[in-house]
């Protein structure tokens, strides 16, 4: 047996999970999410614990096992908690503002990047430096905290551009290490 998988998805109170055939709804004080769950895995709620089953040893069905706890898990988690991802400029002139809904990044280009985020995400900044993407769904906050990075990914000789909160930027020498030693 998959050891994530047969571990039991405590519900708190305040949260509602309910399953009909594959569709998984889960409420809680934050919002709602639901899933509709592969054929081979079944969850069965009972006494606030979410036990998820497969319907044989195959190895697909091993592999899913798992990988369907673990979302559940996610989601039971998103509705009472939600999920926080930061990020941070780093560059001379790099700054981030909210203008309505839509955030406005000035990361060195000739313009500026306007970004609308999906339904279900706040995007804040708290500094012009600092972005907080957050949502109840984490796949979602994830991939919207990885789009906004992808508009400058740190680059690694000045390490400016937009990074993790907490992220290392393996830095490399510039041209002046590889000069010093040569003769012109």
Do not use: C
Not at 81 to 90: H, I, N, S
């Amino acid at each position: 047996m998959s050891r994530v998988g047969r571990k039991p998805i405590p519900v708190v109170s305040g949260v509602k999970v309910q399953t009909s055939g594959q569709q998984v709804t889960i409420s809680g004080p934050k919002g709602e999410l639901a899933a509709l769950v592969h054929p081979a895995i079944g969850v069965a709620v009972k006494d606030n614990v979410i036990n998820v089953t497969r319907s044989s040893d195959g190895k697909q069905e091993r592999s899913l096992h798992g990988l369907w706890r673990a979302l559940l898990a996610n989601m039971v988690k998103g509705v009472t908690e939600g999920y926080v991802r930061k990020l941070e400029l780093v560059g001379v002139g790099y700054r981030a503002e909210m203008k309505g809904k839509s955030l406005q990044l000035m990361l060195g280009f000739s313009h500026s990047i306007l970004f609308q985020p999906p339904n279900g995400i706040k995007i804040e900044t708290p500094a012009q430096t600092n972005i907080t993407v957050s949502g109840i769904d984490r796949q979602l906050v994830g991939q919207v905290a990885a789009k906004i990075r992808s508009f400058r990914p740190p680059e690694p000789y000045k390490g400016k551009g937009v990074k993790y909160e907490g992220e290392y930027i393996r830095r490399k020498a510039g041209k002046a290490a590889a000069a010093s030693g040569a003769k012109a």
